[in-house]
């Protein structure tokens, strides 16, 4: 079982940077994949960024390449989103989630966070 609890979001400016961080309970941090997602109301929740176990591969969903930088702690079992340059596109809620698997589809991931808003004004 692993907990994972979401924080650092806020309200920020476009062109603004905001750091994300997911910490996970349990001593099996490590063993898994750790995704970052997003969804807005009425849109389906969707694929941002994952991180393997040992932080050696990531990969980035287009929109935020060159922006996101997804990286993880396994000693302090956090997984951390530094998101730079902000557009008000990238609003939405932010979910991490621990997969078994370095997939990007939602439904390999075993465990969520519960979420945390980023608003982006323009």
């Known amino acids: 079982q692993v907990q994972l609890v979401e924080s650092g979001g806020g309200l920020v400016q476009a062109g603004d940077s905001l750091k994300l961080s997911c910490a996970a309970s349990?001593?099996?941090?490590?063993?898994?994949?750790m995704g970052w997602f997003r969804q807005v109301p009425g849109n389906e929740r969707e694929f941002v960024t994952i991180?393997?176990?040992?932080?050696?591969?990531?990969d980035y969903v287009d929109s935020v390449k060159g922006r996101f930088t997804i990286s993880r702690d396994n000693a302090k079992n956090t997984v951390y989103l530094q998101m730079n340059n902000l557009k008000p596109e990238d609003t939405a809620v932010y979910y991490c989630?621990?997969?078994?698997?370095?997939?990007?589809?939602?439904?390999?991931?075993?465990?969520w966070g519960q979420g945390t808003q980023v608003t982006v004004s323009s």
């Open positions: 989630a621990a997969s078994p698997f370095f997939l990007r589809s939602l439904s390999n991931y075993k465990y």
């Open positions: 349990g001593r099996t941090f490590s063993s898994y994949a």
């Open positions: 991180i393997n176990r040992s932080g050696e591969r990531i």
